[in-house]
Structure formats: structure tokens, C-alpha cells
């Protein structure tokens, strides 16, 4: 039976049940019957496909990221204003009918981005055993509840871009402005931060994470062998001693979904060059700085006081997972311990997204049963110092060839024998470098021309 002959109550119905947005899109464009049918109830379609797609619970801070999109300019009184309304706002009954506009807004850009990182999220946390890294044999899905968790806080880790981050798109000259007046650590962490209980900040923290260890492979790529990136020292200081959090990466991170979904599934390493080195910039004051200070801070709202237990009262959003309990030492024999969390020491358990879990999970894995003592994954972060010494390494050993390269007038990916180089000015001899700042000297006159 083709589809154009059914019923205008069944195509309704096939309507209202779309999987999402984008699939919405592909049927009414395809089919001019059920484009009618569907500019008949255009409201009802997407209001209905958006809140199957969105929980609730989450609509609240999508909403607020497409609002705050809309903040132009982006000034320190634009975003504290904002960030009022959000505060009063956010625990109200969302909004149960939407404009189309706005609908069609937050489906596409949840399919896109909300729902393609949740995804890849999930299969880089959940195909492997946590602490073994060896293949799970038995893969389940997320549960509603974790994907609520996962969802929630990539919304919010957006938000934080939209407001915070300095890598934004300039539309207005106060944005450009923003990027050097704008709100420093310490208001991010007054004004967002403490916002919510500290198991949703280790959840955004999480995604924080996920995020910053996805980058560091192009962003490495890219540092390892562009000559630019050897001229100025920016790959060593990104490899030494495997630091974290780098101030280019966290610039980076602040560009939000869009720009991260963009590097992260680039062709090519010329196309992932183009993205970091048009716009290369180090931000020491986003996000990693904020929440060391909200680490620190002895006033958290929601958060528990001196004495007061906190139970796990089983699988809820709004309350900790057990993970996170037990990563604190709230248990049968610590469970009055005033909660100061040192997230510095959680890195191995965020890698694995140890709070966004459902008991049944964790169980499963077999975890939770002795108590926690950084690093809990010692095979897990031994590769990974492993892989950053030995990058740290290559890095270190190809910078100055790099950097007198460029000098020479070299430009593009850079190989021992630099094949692969194309050459500018090449035909004026230069004389042999000997001394760091001779070098940075060249380099600077190669890039800014004779002060």
C-alpha cells in the first residue's frame, strides 16, 4: 500500500510520532499529502515531537541555550541580567506549547549536536569496561534516566560556551570586547556554577572532560606537526608533563557544540588546521579555574552542611548516583563528612562518567564494592600518560626543526624530511639559528612583517 493513500487519520498519526525534527522534515518534503496534512497541525506535530525528544526536565535549559544565543551584544551586564532570569526561572513548569520557530530551533539543534554527542558519549564510556578497558560483552543501552543526566548536562556545558567562553562568533564590536572584559572565574562560578548542587557540576564536569579529551587528539595532531604551532612552543606546552587543563584547549572548548562537532568530525588535517590555527588564543579563565574555586568555596547552595547525612535514596535526576556517594565517602561510616570535593582527584572516575550511571550499571560492572582511592583505574590512566609522554615527546624533539623550517619560509605539515612543506621567500639564504631568541625573533618578523 503506498503511503500517499493512507488515511488523513493515519498520516496524523504517523506525524505525531516522528522519531524527531530532522525525520519530520525528510517526510513532508517528500511527500506533498502529508505536507498537507502536517500545515493543517503544524503546532501540535512539533510540539509533540519536540517534547518526546526533550525531557521536561531538560526543556528548561535548552530553551535557556537558545535564549542566550540570541544575547547581542554579549556584554558582562547582558549575561549577568540573563543569568538572573534563568536563576528564577529554571524550576518553573516549562512551558507547554512552543512557537513553530522555536520548535523547529530546538529539535534541529538537538538532533545535531545534543543527541549526536550524547551518543558518542555513551559508546566512548560504555563499550569498555571502566577500570580494565577491556570490551564489555554484553553492550546495554542507556537507561532514560542516564540519558536525562547526559542530555542535561551537554545542555548546560553549552550554555556555559554561549556565556563564558571566548571563542564565539564576533557580531558586534562589545563582543570582541567581551573576549577581554568579560566575567572572570570567580563571577562564572558565582553566578552559574552555584546554581546547582555539586553532583550536577561533577555531571557538567564530565562533559567538561569528555570533551577535552576528544580535542586533544586533533588539537595534538595539529601541534605535533604544524610548523607554526613549533615556532611559537605552543605543542610543548601543551604535552609537558601532560598537563591539564591547557589554556589553548579550554579557548577552544568555549566555541561550544557547533564548532567542536565541526573539528572533531573534520576530513582532513588541513581542514582541522584551518579551524585551530585561524583563530589560536589561550584562555586560562574558563571553566577548569571556575570550578576549582567552586571547589573551594564553603557556601554551596543545595549542597550538604556539616552533620547532615545524605542517603542514597535510589535512581533519581535531581539527587546523586551512587557513584558519586561513594566517590565522596558518603557511606554507612562516613556519612556526616561536610563535603569540600577535591575534583582534581576525581580526573580517572570523570573519564568513565562515573555520575551520570544507574545502580544497575554500576553494579553490573562489579564497582562501588571496596572504597574509592585515587586512581581507581590504573590501567586507564597509565595509558593515557603513556600516550602523552610519548606525543610529549615527538613534540619536544620536532619543535625547533619545526620552527627553523618556518623561518626558512616552510608552511603546512611538517615531516623529517619536509616533503610535504610548501615554501614561501625560500630563495634568500638564511643563515643558521643558534640562539632561542633569534629564532622568535625571525619567526615574529616572519609573521608580522619589520616592527
Not at 544565543?69 to 518553573?92: A, G, M
Not at 542507556?142 to 543526566?149: A, K
Not at 567538561?208 to 605535533?224: C, K
Not at 610529549?392 to 626558512?408: C, I
Request: glycine share 4%; with cysteine; aromatic share 14%.
Amino acid at each position: 500500500m503506498n503511503l500517499e493513500d493512507l488515511s488523513y487519520e493515519l498520516k496524523s498519526e504517523i506525524l505525531h510520532f516522528s522519531t524527531d525534527v530532522d525525520s519530520l522534515k525528510a517526510l513532508v518534503q517528500a511527500s506533498p499529502s502529508f505536507y498537507e496534512v502536517y500545515k493543517e497541525m503544524r503546532s501540535s506535530v512539533l510540539n509533540a515531537v519536540v517534547a518526546r525528544d526533550i525531557h521536561p526536565d531538560i526543556l528548561v535549559d535548552a530553551l535557556a541555550v537558545v535564549h542566550a544565543s540570541r544575547i547581542t551584544p554579549r556584554t558582562s551586564d547582558q549575561v549577568r541580567s540573563f543569568l538572573r532570569y534563568y536563576s528564577t526561572n529554571r524550576h518553573k513548569e516549562p512551558v507547554k506549547w512552543l512557537p513553530n520557530p522555536l520548535l523547529v530551533k530546538l529539535g534541529s539543534f538537538h538532533q545535531r549536536y545534543v543527541e549526536a554527542f550524547a551518543k558518542e558519549f555513551v559508546s566512548w564510556n560504555l563499550e569498555v569496561h571502566p577500570v580494565s578497558q577491556e570490551p564489555q560483552a554484553a553492550y546495554r543501552s542507556p537507561s532514560l534516566l542516564e540519558t536525562r543526566r547526559i542530555h542535561r548536562s551537554i545542555y548546560r556545558f553549552e550554555l556555559y560556551c554561549i556565556l563564558f567562553g571566548q571563542k564565539r562568533d564576533v557580531q558586534h564590536e562589545d563582543d570582541m570586547l567581551y573576549r577581554w572584559y568579560r566575567l572572570d572565574s570567580f563571577y562564572q562560578k558565582e553566578l552559574f556554577l552555584m546554581l546547582y548542587p555539586p553532583w550536577e557540576v561533577e555531571e557538567l564536569y564530565c562533559i567538561h572532560d569528555y570533551h577535552y579529551w576528544r580535542l586533544s587528539v586533533p588539537f595534538g595532531e595539529v601541534a605535533r606537526h604544524d610548523l607554526r604551532m613549533g615556532a611559537l612552543g605552543i605543542g610543548s606546552e601543551f604535552y609537558q608533563g601532560n598537563r591539564f587543563p591547557n589554556g589553548y584547549m579550554e579557548y577552544f572548548l568555549g566555541g561550544g557544540l557547533a564548532f567542536l562537532h565541526a573539528l572533531l568530525h573534520s576530513s582532513s588535517y588541513e581542514e582541522r588546521t584551518e579551524l585551530i590555527m585561524g583563530d589560536l588564543f589561550s584562555d586560562s579563565e574558563f571553566f577548569v579555574q571556575a570550578i576549582e574555586q567552586y571547589r573551594t568555596s564553603r557556601n554551596f547552595k543545595g549542597a550538604t552542611d556539616v552533620g547532615v547525612v545524605i542517603d542514597f535514596r535510589g535512581d533519581d535526576s535531581d539527587a546523586p548516583n551512587k557513584a558519586w556517594l561513594w566517590a565522596n565517602n558518603y557511606t554507612h561510616t562516613y556519612n556526616t563528612r561536610p563535603y569540600f570535593p577535591d575534583n582534581r582527584k576525581k580526573a580517572d572516575l570523570r573519564l568513565w562518567g562515573y555520575c551520570m550511571w544507574d545502580s544497575q550499571r554500576l553494579s553490573d560492572w562489579g564497582l562501588l564494592q571496596v572504597p574509592y582511592k585515587y586512581p581507581f583505574s590504573k590501567t586507564l590512566m597509565e595509558r593515557l600518560r603513556d600516550v602523552g609522554e610519548r606525543r610529549w615527546e615527538e613534540t619536544l624533539r620536532t619543535e625547533r626543526p619545526r620552527a627553523e623550517a618556518f623561518a626558512r619560509g616552510g608552511r603546512g605539515y611538517w615531516t623529517q624530511d619536509e616533503s610535504q612543506l610548501t615554501w614561501i621567500n625560500r630563495t634568500q639564504p638564511q643563515p643558521p639559528v643558534t640562539e632561542r631568541k633569534s629564532l622568535v625573533r625571525r619567526v615574529l618578523h616572519s609573521i608580522f612583517g619589520p616592527s
